[in-house]
C-alpha cells in the first residue's frame, strides 16, 4: 500500500463506495473459463477492470 495510511484510506474508500463514487463491482467481474472472450472484451470496453476466470 506504500505509504498510505489504512487507518484513514480504509474509511476513505468506504465512504466513497457508500456515496456511489466507488464502483467496486466494476474493479472485479468473475467469468467461467467457456466465458474468457466476453471477460477480454468487457476489460477492453472499461466494463470491468479485473477480470477473473473461474474453474469449477
Same mark, same amino acid.
Given at each position: 500500500m506504500? $505509504?498510505?495510511d489504512p487507518r484513514e484510506?480504509?474509511?476513505r474508500l468506504v465512504q466513497l463506495h457508500a456515496e456511489g463514487k466507488l464502483?467496486? $463491482?466494476r474493479?472485479?467481474?468473475h467469468y467461467t473459463l467457456d466465458d474468457i472472450q466476453a471477460a477480454a472484451?468487457?476489460?477492453h470496453h472499461?466494463?470491468?477492470v479485473k477480470p477473473v476466470?473461474?474453474?469449477p
Open positions: 506504500g $505509504d498510505t484510506q480504509i474509511p464502483p467496486l $463491482d474493479l472485479e467481474r472484451e468487457d476489460m472499461g466494463v470491468t476466470i473461474t474453474f
